[in-house]
């Protein structure tokens, strides 16, 4: 399977998709199987696996989430220790919202030799303020961008596409007490013709209609399907 050609074939047909963020600091085995069963993940298109904080493999979380579940598995890594084999394809994020080399380039040509023979998606990540210090802001000591700050969310992602990155993530942080705003999301957009990927704060079905109808592509779930299982469900009876 090609992921990111499915992302396209998809996308191009018109298709929302949906993402479920799976952190393995949050998830044993147990946790897995207990949420796993939810009967909306079958309707799931995504599993992205990975956290902010994590400094090891994600292997065995890997191992746990196959034997549950038949869906694509992306790798979100927050550093080049989470690096994985045995993925279907990994998100290489360059968090372009922020300065600090390690995040921008640093820790991409550590993780280069071990990715040779994985499907990479070079994508642009970048952090917008979502209300709250997220655990992406504490770890690449970087500030998030202002969310009333349009015309710079906009550059910013644009400048993503010109150098290369295949799709655009707008993150406001795991937990964030706001989602990315409407406005953002079809200022953005109206700028960019790659896949348009939205996720943090995202708590209700509501949340998520509006994020699609506003101009995401992708929306990304995690804490918020921990905390409320049934929220899947809620999302595919939109």
Request: charged fraction near 20%; hydrophobic fraction near 45%; charge should be negative.
């Given at each position: ?18 993402a ?9 085995a ?16 995504l599993?992205?696996?990975?956290g ?27 550093n ?6 045995g993925?279907?394809?990994?998100f ?6 922020g ?61 993503g ?20 705003s ?48 049934a ?8």
């Open positions: 399977m090609n992921v990111f050609n499915t992302i396209i074939e998809k996308v191009s047909q018109g298709k929302k998709l949906f479920l963020l799976v952190d393995p600091e949050k998830s044993s147990e946790h897995l199987k207990t949420l796993l069963v939810n009967p909306g993940v079958a309707d799931v298109d599993i992205l696996l990975g902010s904080t994590l400094e090891a493999s994600s292997e065995k979380t890997l191992s746990d989430i196959r034997q549950q579940i038949d869906k694509p598995v992306v790798l979100f890594p927050g080049v220790s989470q690096i994985t084999a993925v279907d394809a990994v290489f994020l360059s968090l372009i919202s300065r600090n080399p390690e995040f921008l380039i640093g820790n991409h040509v550590k993780a280069a030799p071990l990715l040779k023979d994985m499907e990479v998606i070079p994508v642009a990540y970048i952090l917008i303020d979502g209300g709250r210090v997220s655990a992406t802001q504490e770890v690449t000591k970087t500030l998030p961008l202002p969310s009333d700050d349009i015309e710079r969310i906009v550059d910013t992602a644009v400048a596409k010109m150098l290369g990155h295949k799709m655009v993530y707008l993150e406001a942080g795991s937990g964030a007490l706001n989602p990315i409407p406005s953002v999301i079809r200022a953005v957009r109206e700028q960019l013709d790659v896949p348009l990927i939205v996720g943090g704060g995202l708590k209700s079905s509501a949340d998520v209609a509006l994020a699609y109808s506003s101009g995401a592509d992708i929306v990304v779930v995690g804490n918020a399907f921990e905390t409320n299982p929220l899947l469900s809620d999302i595919f009876s939109l």
